[in-house]
Protein backbone atom coordinates (compact mmCIF):
# COMPACT_ATOMS: atom_id res chain seq x y z
CA UNK A 1 0.00 0.00 0.00
CA UNK A 2 1.43 3.41 -0.76
CA UNK A 3 1.29 6.40 1.86
CA UNK A 4 0.81 9.48 0.18
CA UNK A 5 1.41 12.75 2.05
CA UNK A 6 -0.10 16.13 0.57
CA UNK A 7 2.22 18.57 -0.50
CA UNK A 8 1.32 20.92 2.30
CA UNK A 9 -0.25 19.96 5.42
CA UNK A 10 -0.34 20.22 8.96
CA UNK A 11 0.28 23.18 11.72
CA UNK A 12 0.39 26.61 9.79
CA UNK A 13 2.63 29.61 11.07
CA UNK A 14 -0.34 31.70 13.45
CA UNK A 15 -1.09 27.83 15.00
CA UNK A 16 2.59 27.80 15.24
CA UNK A 17 3.56 30.70 16.45
CA UNK A 18 0.94 30.95 19.18
CA UNK A 19 2.22 27.65 20.64
CA UNK A 20 5.79 29.01 20.28
CA UNK A 21 4.90 32.04 22.24
CA UNK A 22 3.54 29.99 24.97
CA UNK A 23 6.72 28.41 25.29
CA UNK A 24 8.66 31.27 25.55
CA UNK A 25 5.80 32.63 28.06
CA UNK A 26 6.70 29.28 30.39
CA UNK A 27 10.70 30.06 29.80
CA UNK A 28 10.15 33.24 31.29
CA UNK A 29 7.33 33.14 33.73
CA UNK A 30 9.84 32.14 36.58
CA UNK A 31 7.13 30.63 38.92
CA UNK A 32 4.20 33.01 38.14
CA UNK A 33 1.39 30.79 35.69
CA UNK A 34 1.05 30.76 31.96
CA UNK A 35 -2.49 30.15 30.80
CA UNK A 36 -3.84 30.72 27.11
CA UNK A 37 -7.37 32.15 27.27
CA UNK A 38 -9.38 29.46 25.19
CA UNK A 39 -7.70 26.64 23.98
CA UNK A 40 -4.43 27.61 21.13
CA UNK A 41 -5.02 25.01 18.99
CA UNK A 42 -8.06 22.93 18.35
CA UNK A 43 -5.71 19.46 18.90
CA UNK A 44 -7.03 17.53 22.38
CA UNK A 45 -3.38 16.01 21.74
CA UNK A 46 -1.22 18.94 21.55
CA UNK A 47 -3.50 20.54 24.15
CA UNK A 48 -2.25 17.80 26.62
CA UNK A 49 1.45 18.29 25.97
CA UNK A 50 0.81 22.08 26.75
CA UNK A 51 -1.03 21.39 30.28
CA UNK A 52 1.65 19.13 30.64
CA UNK A 53 4.40 21.33 30.47
CA UNK A 54 2.81 24.17 32.77
CA UNK A 55 0.56 26.06 30.19
CA UNK A 56 -3.09 26.59 32.10
CA UNK A 57 -6.13 27.09 29.94
CA UNK A 58 -8.90 29.39 31.20
CA UNK A 59 -12.31 29.28 29.05
CA UNK A 60 -13.24 32.71 29.63
CA UNK A 61 -11.36 36.15 31.10
CA UNK A 62 -13.21 35.18 34.45
CA UNK A 63 -11.17 32.13 34.96
CA UNK A 64 -7.69 33.59 34.08
CA UNK A 65 -5.72 33.82 37.17
CA UNK A 66 -4.88 37.05 39.22
CA UNK A 67 -1.13 37.25 38.50
CA UNK A 68 1.37 36.07 35.56
CA UNK A 69 1.09 35.92 31.81
CA UNK A 70 -2.11 35.05 28.98
CA UNK A 71 -1.72 34.10 25.47
CA UNK A 72 -4.13 34.95 23.51
CA UNK A 73 -4.70 32.39 20.74
CA UNK A 74 -4.07 32.47 16.90
CA UNK A 75 -7.88 33.44 16.77
CA UNK A 76 -7.93 36.54 18.38
CA UNK A 77 -10.38 37.55 21.03
CA UNK A 78 -12.37 40.92 21.28
CA UNK A 79 -10.21 44.50 22.17
CA UNK A 80 -12.85 44.43 25.18
CA UNK A 81 -11.21 40.97 26.50
CA UNK A 82 -7.65 42.23 25.41
CA UNK A 83 -7.93 45.90 27.33
CA UNK A 84 -9.83 44.06 30.46
CA UNK A 85 -6.65 41.78 31.20
CA UNK A 86 -4.17 44.35 30.55
CA UNK A 87 -6.15 46.23 32.51
CA UNK A 88 -5.85 43.94 35.49
CA UNK A 89 -1.99 44.45 35.31
CA UNK A 90 -1.79 40.82 33.46
CA UNK A 91 1.54 40.14 31.07
CA UNK A 92 -0.53 39.28 27.68
CA UNK A 93 0.74 38.04 24.82
CA UNK A 94 -0.76 38.43 21.68
CA UNK A 95 -0.89 35.21 19.38
CA UNK A 96 -3.28 36.66 17.34
CA UNK A 97 -2.06 35.49 13.78
CA UNK A 98 -1.20 38.22 11.72
CA UNK A 99 -4.22 36.67 8.97
CA UNK A 100 -6.57 37.18 11.99
CA UNK A 101 -4.82 40.81 12.57
CA UNK A 102 -5.36 41.86 9.01
CA UNK A 103 -9.37 40.57 9.26
CA UNK A 104 -9.94 42.36 11.97
CA UNK A 105 -8.71 45.78 10.74
CA UNK A 106 -10.83 45.22 7.70
CA UNK A 107 -14.02 44.47 9.54
CA UNK A 108 -13.28 47.92 11.03
CA UNK A 109 -12.44 49.46 8.00
CA UNK A 110 -15.59 48.41 5.81
CA UNK A 111 -17.74 49.05 9.39
CA UNK A 112 -16.01 52.67 9.17
CA UNK A 113 -16.74 53.50 5.73
CA UNK A 114 -20.23 52.69 6.34
CA UNK A 115 -20.73 49.14 4.73
CA UNK A 116 -22.65 46.50 6.56
CA UNK A 117 -20.72 43.77 6.91
CA UNK A 118 -20.91 40.22 5.85
CA UNK A 119 -18.71 37.76 7.47
CA UNK A 120 -18.64 34.85 5.47
CA UNK A 121 -18.48 31.93 8.65
CA UNK A 122 -19.77 30.69 11.81
CA UNK A 123 -20.70 33.89 14.00
CA UNK A 124 -19.70 31.04 16.84
CA UNK A 125 -16.41 30.84 15.55
CA UNK A 126 -14.00 31.96 18.30
CA UNK A 127 -12.31 34.13 15.07
CA UNK A 128 -15.59 35.84 14.09
CA UNK A 129 -16.70 36.31 17.86
CA UNK A 130 -13.28 38.22 17.88
CA UNK A 131 -14.00 40.54 14.80
CA UNK A 132 -17.80 41.15 15.80
CA UNK A 133 -16.17 42.83 19.03
CA UNK A 134 -13.84 45.19 16.45
CA UNK A 135 -17.10 46.20 15.03
CA UNK A 136 -19.90 46.40 17.88
CA UNK A 137 -21.39 42.92 16.85
CA UNK A 138 -22.99 44.86 14.36
CA UNK A 139 -22.43 42.17 11.31
CA UNK A 140 -24.29 39.57 9.41
CA UNK A 141 -22.50 36.11 9.39
CA UNK A 142 -23.34 33.62 7.09
CA UNK A 143 -22.01 30.43 6.58
CA UNK A 144 -23.42 29.44 3.59
CA UNK A 145 -25.78 30.12 0.47
CA UNK A 146 -28.94 29.79 2.05
CA UNK A 147 -27.89 31.69 4.75
CA UNK A 148 -26.56 34.16 2.38
CA UNK A 149 -29.96 34.23 0.52
CA UNK A 150 -32.29 34.69 3.27
CA UNK A 151 -30.64 38.16 4.06
CA UNK A 152 -32.60 41.11 3.36
CA UNK A 153 -31.80 43.47 0.74
CA UNK A 154 -28.79 46.05 1.59
CA UNK A 155 -27.41 49.09 0.46
CA UNK A 156 -24.05 48.35 0.57
CA UNK A 157 -22.48 45.25 1.51
CA UNK A 158 -18.56 44.66 2.51
CA UNK A 159 -17.50 41.38 2.86
CA UNK A 160 -14.81 39.19 5.14
CA UNK A 161 -13.90 35.83 5.22
CA UNK A 162 -13.40 33.44 7.81
CA UNK A 163 -10.15 32.51 7.18
CA UNK A 164 -10.76 29.03 6.72
CA UNK A 165 -13.50 28.99 4.35
CA UNK A 166 -12.96 27.26 1.08
CA UNK A 167 -12.23 30.00 -1.81
CA UNK A 168 -14.83 28.23 -3.72
CA UNK A 169 -17.73 28.35 -1.15
CA UNK A 170 -16.80 32.13 -0.33
CA UNK A 171 -17.35 32.95 -3.81
CA UNK A 172 -20.49 31.23 -4.30
CA UNK A 173 -21.74 33.45 -1.33
CA UNK A 174 -20.21 36.41 -3.07
CA UNK A 175 -22.23 35.69 -6.09
CA UNK A 176 -25.54 35.64 -3.54
CA UNK A 177 -24.97 38.80 -1.95
CA UNK A 178 -24.08 40.51 -5.33
CA UNK A 179 -27.90 40.24 -5.89
CA UNK A 180 -29.04 41.51 -2.34
CA UNK A 181 -27.10 45.16 -2.75
CA UNK A 182 -26.49 47.18 -5.27
CA UNK A 183 -22.61 47.47 -4.15
CA UNK A 184 -20.54 44.50 -3.04
CA UNK A 185 -16.69 45.20 -1.81
CA UNK A 186 -15.06 42.14 -1.51
CA UNK A 187 -12.20 41.78 1.21
CA UNK A 188 -9.84 38.37 0.56
CA UNK A 189 -9.05 37.42 3.73
CA UNK A 190 -8.55 33.95 3.15
CA UNK A 191 -5.36 32.79 4.60
CA UNK A 192 -2.75 31.06 2.31
CA UNK A 193 -2.21 28.05 4.71
CA UNK A 194 -5.86 27.33 4.58
CA UNK A 195 -5.30 27.49 0.53
CA UNK A 196 -2.17 25.52 0.15
CA UNK A 197 -3.86 22.69 2.41
CA UNK A 198 -7.00 22.47 0.41
CA UNK A 199 -5.31 22.80 -2.66
CA UNK A 200 -3.21 20.15 -2.06
CA UNK A 201 -5.34 17.83 -0.37
CA UNK A 202 -7.57 18.35 -3.72
CA UNK A 203 -5.18 17.33 -5.95
CA UNK A 204 -4.46 14.23 -3.02
CA UNK A 205 -8.01 13.24 -3.25
CA UNK A 206 -7.82 12.30 -7.00
CA UNK A 207 -4.94 10.12 -6.73
CA UNK A 208 -6.07 8.15 -3.71
CA UNK A 209 -8.81 5.43 -3.17
CA UNK A 210 -8.69 6.38 0.84
CA UNK A 211 -7.73 9.26 2.78
CA UNK A 212 -7.36 10.59 6.27
CA UNK A 213 -7.41 13.79 7.60
CA UNK A 214 -5.51 13.71 10.78
CA UNK A 215 -7.10 17.02 13.09
CA UNK A 216 -8.94 18.08 16.11
CA UNK A 217 -13.26 17.12 15.85
CA UNK A 218 -13.95 21.16 16.08
CA UNK A 219 -11.31 22.39 13.88
CA UNK A 220 -12.75 24.33 10.83
CA UNK A 221 -9.74 24.39 8.61
CA UNK A 222 -9.56 20.07 9.42
CA UNK A 223 -13.43 19.85 8.73
CA UNK A 224 -13.23 21.96 5.36
CA UNK A 225 -10.35 20.03 4.31
CA UNK A 226 -12.52 16.65 4.28
CA UNK A 227 -15.23 18.45 2.56
CA UNK A 228 -12.85 19.70 -0.33
CA UNK A 229 -11.70 15.69 -0.21
CA UNK A 230 -14.94 13.89 -0.54
CA UNK A 231 -15.33 15.97 -3.88
CA UNK A 232 -13.13 13.29 -5.23
CA UNK A 233 -12.21 10.79 -2.57
CA UNK A 234 -15.45 9.47 -0.52
CA UNK A 235 -13.51 7.37 1.92
CA UNK A 236 -12.52 10.68 3.75
CA UNK A 237 -12.14 10.28 7.27
CA UNK A 238 -11.55 13.10 9.55
CA UNK A 239 -9.02 11.29 12.93
CA UNK A 240 -7.55 12.62 15.85
CA UNK A 241 -5.10 9.87 16.84
CA UNK A 242 -4.44 6.67 14.74
CA UNK A 243 -6.30 4.27 16.60
CA UNK A 244 -9.23 5.62 14.84
CA UNK A 245 -8.62 4.23 12.13
CA UNK A 246 -10.72 1.09 11.32
CA UNK A 247 -8.47 -1.32 9.94
CA UNK A 248 -11.53 -3.11 8.05
CA UNK A 249 -11.04 0.62 5.67
CA UNK A 250 -7.69 0.06 4.61
CA UNK A 251 -8.20 -3.92 3.27
CA UNK A 252 -7.35 -4.10 -0.32
CA UNK A 253 -6.75 -0.30 -0.35
CA UNK A 254 -3.64 0.34 -2.86
CA UNK A 255 -2.83 4.45 -2.01
CA UNK A 256 -3.86 5.49 1.04
CA UNK A 257 -3.63 9.76 0.80
CA UNK A 258 -2.77 11.64 4.70
CA UNK A 259 -3.63 15.25 4.98
CA UNK A 260 -3.87 16.99 8.23
CA UNK A 261 -5.37 20.56 9.94
CA UNK A 262 -3.32 23.36 10.91
CA UNK A 263 -3.62 22.47 14.24
CA UNK A 264 -2.01 18.87 13.72
CA UNK A 265 1.66 18.73 14.86
CA UNK A 266 3.91 16.64 12.67
CA UNK A 267 4.43 14.30 15.95
CA UNK A 268 1.20 12.92 15.30
CA UNK A 269 0.85 13.05 10.88
CA UNK A 270 4.29 10.63 11.66
CA UNK A 271 2.24 8.04 14.34
CA UNK A 272 -0.74 8.11 11.39
CA UNK A 273 2.03 6.83 8.38
CA UNK A 274 3.48 4.51 11.06
CA UNK A 275 0.01 2.81 12.13
CA UNK A 276 -0.98 3.14 8.33
CA UNK A 277 2.49 1.04 7.80
CA UNK A 278 1.57 -1.26 10.39
CA UNK A 279 -1.86 -2.38 9.69
CA UNK A 280 -0.61 -2.59 5.99
CA UNK A 281 1.53 -5.05 6.80
CA UNK A 282 -1.26 -7.35 8.73
CA UNK A 283 -4.10 -6.85 6.40
CA UNK A 284 -2.64 -6.29 3.09
CA UNK A 285 0.06 -9.25 3.41
CA UNK A 286 -0.54 -9.84 -0.14
CA UNK A 287 0.99 -6.42 -0.98
CA UNK A 288 4.27 -5.17 0.34
CA UNK A 289 4.72 -2.49 -1.31
CA UNK A 290 4.85 0.69 1.28
CA UNK A 291 6.01 3.88 0.59
CA UNK A 292 5.83 7.52 2.24
S1 LIG B 1 -5.15 28.73 9.61
FE1 LIG B 1 -4.33 30.61 8.68
S2 LIG B 1 -5.42 32.26 9.72
FE2 LIG B 1 -5.69 30.44 10.97
S3 LIG B 1 -4.02 30.54 12.42
FE3 LIG B 1 -3.31 29.33 10.71
S4 LIG B 1 -2.21 30.79 9.38
FE4 LIG B 1 -3.50 31.94 10.78
Known amino acids: MEILLAESLGFCMGVKRAVDMAYKALDKAEGTPVTSLGPLIHNSQEMARLTNDGVGLAQTTADVPTTGTVVIRAHGVTPQAYDELKARGLKVMDGTCPYVHYSQRKARELYEEGYTVVITGDRQHPEIVGILGHI ?33 KFQAIIDVLKTKAPEVKVCETICDATEENQKAIRELSGEVELLYVVGGRHSANSNKLVEVAREQCQQTYLIETPEEIDAADVVGIRKVGISAGASTPDWMIQQVVQHLRGLDRTVNRADHRVAA
Request: zero cysteines.
Open 136 to 168: NDEAYAVKSVEEAAALPALERIGVIAQTTISPK
